[in-house]
């Protein structure tokens, strides 16, 4: 099985791909800089593994990428690292240009330079995939859907550094030939995500029995995808996407936050009621918007499917009710994030 350098592999998707990967055959070497969206919790099944290297590091270390490239020679490097969450890419913009756009920037460079060096056969083997997002596209009214044609139109500081490291991937392929597959994809949900991010946060939030912010009016809609079918949706383009290209991945599941919100609610009610017998949708609470919060995601996915054959497999109903199980089964996970010791310890480093 080939071996793969995985970027961010101890974030959420990426902790899932890395996982799957691994279980799968693959060796993946895992850079990440372990900021506070990684979280070795997640990768600790996987500690003295053969074949899981765990090393701390930044993407844009061209010295330590160079490397790792030269050491481990991997047939693709898959790009998941990222500063991710809008929120906090509206209180600081910055570290979002450095990871997204700067250090994006520094490991194509690293890439290309590997990548010129191998042999003619290796050299067509070879790909970098670029993990990224819908939000590049901007917002929709009340109809149509995103495809890969649609003109790139991001409104966040998040979405705006996203677009950049997408359009310095086309260039590298363009411009030296660096053989790139880059999948944008809707909103995921599913194990291992850091509960700032609206479903896990809900979940914690509901299972204490706290106030339930939803942001405006709660009728923003997004296109929910459960990971593992995301990460499905990667290794097919890897495997057999074609070069240059760009393909949109998302799930057919258009919901607003309020119906995602009184989803979980209802999971949750009836799996560990409230001791006072209060509904959780009681504690539902409307907050100030998001500044420049995009009102409705839509991704068609048909160039997937129809060239590539990848669809998703959970529906929502059966993704959510995995996804608050494995949220109540992993306690721990959550309790280890929201007191911070998920950051005290390090597994399994090389
Ligand atoms: P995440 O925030 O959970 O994980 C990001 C990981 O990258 C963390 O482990 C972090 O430590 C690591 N990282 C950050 N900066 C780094 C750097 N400079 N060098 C090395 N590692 C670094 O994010 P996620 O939700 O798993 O998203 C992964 C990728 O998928 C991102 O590129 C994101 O834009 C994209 N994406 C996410 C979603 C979603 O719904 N979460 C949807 C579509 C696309």
């Known amino acids: 099985m080939p071996i793969w350098l995985v970027t961010g592999g101890a974030g959420f998707i990426g902790g899932n791909f890395v996982l799957d990967a691994v279980r799968r055959g693959n060796k993946v070497v895992n850079l990440?800089?372990?900021?506070?969206?990684?979280?070795?919790?997640?990768?600790a099944s996987l500690a003295d593994h053969p074949r899981h290297v765990f090393v701390e590091g930044d993407i844009g270390d061209a010295d330590l990428v160079k490397r790792l490239l030269d050491e481990h020679r991997p047939e693709a490097v898959i790009n998941f690292a990222a500063e991710s969450h809008v929120d906090r890419s509206i209180d600081g913009p910055g570290g979002f240009v450095q990871t997204n756009v700067v250090g994006t920037l520094s490991l194509l460079e690293s890439t290309r330079d590997y990548w010129k060096a191998l042999d003619a056969t290796a050299r067509d083997a070879f790909r970098f995939l670029h993990v990224s997002?819908?939000?590049?596209?901007?917002?929709?009214?009340?109809?149509?859907?995103?495809?890969?044609?649609?003109?790139?139109?991001?409104?966040?500081?998040?979405?705006?550094?996203k677009a950049a490291s997408d359009h310095l991937v086309r260039a590298f392929h363009h411009t030296y030939g660096l053989p790139v597959l880059t999948t944008n994809c809707s909103n995921n949900y599913g194990p291992y995500q850091f509960p700032e991010k609206l479903i896990p946060l809900v979940i914690a939030k509901a299972l204490a029995g706290e106030p339930l912010p939803v942001y405006g009016d709660g009728l923003n809609v997004r296109d929910w995808l459960y990971v593992g079918d995301h990460c499905d949706a990667i290794r097919t383009v890897l495997e057999r996407g074609r070069v240059g290209e760009t393909y949109n991945v998302g799930g057919d599941a258009e919901r607003t936050n309020i119906t995602v919100?009184?989803?979980?609610?209802?999971?949750?009610?009836?799996?560990?009621?409230?001791?006072?017998?209060r509904a959780r949708e009681s504690l539902i609470?409307?907050?100030?918007?998001?500044?420049?919060?995009?009102?409705?995601?839509?991704?068609?996915?048909?160039?997937?499917?129809?060239e590539l054959g990848w669809a998703p497999t959970v529906t929502f109903d059966e993704g959510m009710a995995r996804t608050v199980d494995w949220y109540l089964d992993n306690a721990p996970w959550v309790q280890r994030v929201l007191d911070g010791s998920y950051r005290l310890e390090r597994i399994g480093q090389a």
């Open 32 to 43: 990440d800089a372990l900021t506070y969206a990684g979280n070795l919790d997640t990768l």
């Open 133 to 161: 997002t819908d939000e590049v596209y901007g917002t929709l009214g009340d109809t149509g859907r995103f495809t890969e044609t649609t003109p790139y139109a991001p409104n966040s500081p998040y979405s705006a550094s």
């Open 261 to 277: 919100v009184r989803t979980i609610c209802a999971l949750l009610d009836a799996r560990r009621p409230l001791a006072d017998g």
């Open 285 to 306: 609470t409307y907050v100030k918007d998001r500044p420049g919060h995009d009102r409705r995601y839509a991704i068609d996915a048909d160039k997937l499917k129809g």
